[in-house]
């Protein structure tokens, strides 16, 4: 079965740039979306389609995706932006859903 | 705008089944695909399957994981979909969340979830 590859966490001051990394098999290949999640509540997507903002999204969330890794970039980072996110893709060879682990973003 | 308002918090003993409710407002079930997924405490998301619009899979598909021993259902005259967990352990304590699928295979938006509990 596919699977996706998360750091558990990463920590920036606010104001610098969070790096949030998705490894998975020729992943740049697939369609990748993440999800912010805080605490006692349901996820929500930021990115989808690789890059593509949902309405209500800050332009300082951007997604890339190439080779084996897909990456979610919070630039500016507030204090708001401390949560757990995940990446997503649809595995078409096995027609499975399938989350990365989450990664932890702290605010420092 | 979709709205998805799922069942209430349930406790259940280990070995019983659990079925979570998922209403659909805003649109009706017939135009949506809805899929379930699951987080233990403190853990990450975990897809369990959903409904899958491409004919030759039967309309639903399931993870790997769960497959026999979760079903999902869908009642359109209610715009309800279900998702029953059978043979329930203390490891399936989790809160369900019903989310629906997009044309490219991601999850928006979401219930408000629902706690299942499995103790003795």
């Known amino acids: 079965s596919y699977v996706l590859t998360q750091s558990p966490s990463v920590s920036v001051a606010p104001g610098q740039t969070a790096r949030i990394t998705c490894g998975g098999a020729?992943?740049?290949?697939?369609?990748v979306h993440w999800y912010r999640q805080k605490p006692g509540q349901a996820p929500v997507v930021v990115v989808h389609?690789?890059?593509d903002r949902p309405s209500g999204i800050p332009e300082r969330f951007s997604g890339s995706n190439s080779a084996n890794v897909a990456a979610l970039t919070v630039t500016r980072v507030e204090a708001g932006d401390e949560a757990d996110y995940y990446c997503?893709?649809?595995?078409?060879?096995?027609?499975?859903?399938?989350f990365g682990g989450g990664t932890k973003l702290t605010v420092l | 705008q979709v709205q998805l308002l799922q069942s209430g918090p349930e406790v259940k003993k280990p070995g019983a089944s659990v079925k979570v409710s998922c209403k659909v407002s805003?649109?009706?079930?017939?135009?949506?695909?809805i899929h379930w997924v699951r987080q233990a405490p403190g853990k990450g998301l975990e897809w369990m399957g959903g409904?899958?619009?491409?004919?030759?899979?039967?309309?639903?598909v399931y993870a790997q994981k769960f497959h026999g021993r979760v079903t999902v259902t869908e009642d359109t005259s209610t715009d309800t979909a279900y998702m029953e967990l059978r043979s329930l352990t203390s490891e399936d304590t989790a809160v369900y969340y019903c989310?629906?699928?997009?044309?490219?295979?991601?999850?928006?938006?979401w219930g408000q979830g629902t706690l299942v509990t499995v103790s003795s």
């Open positions: 989310a629906i699928d997009m044309p490219l295979n991601w999850f928006d938006p």
């Open positions: 805003g649109n009706t079930l017939t135009e949506l695909s």
């Open positions: 409904f899958d619009p491409d004919p030759e899979n039967g309309g639903t």
């Open positions: 020729n992943i740049g290949s697939k369609s």
């Open positions: 389609g690789d890059s």
């Open positions: 997503q893709v649809w595995d078409s060879d096995s027609d499975q859903w399938v």
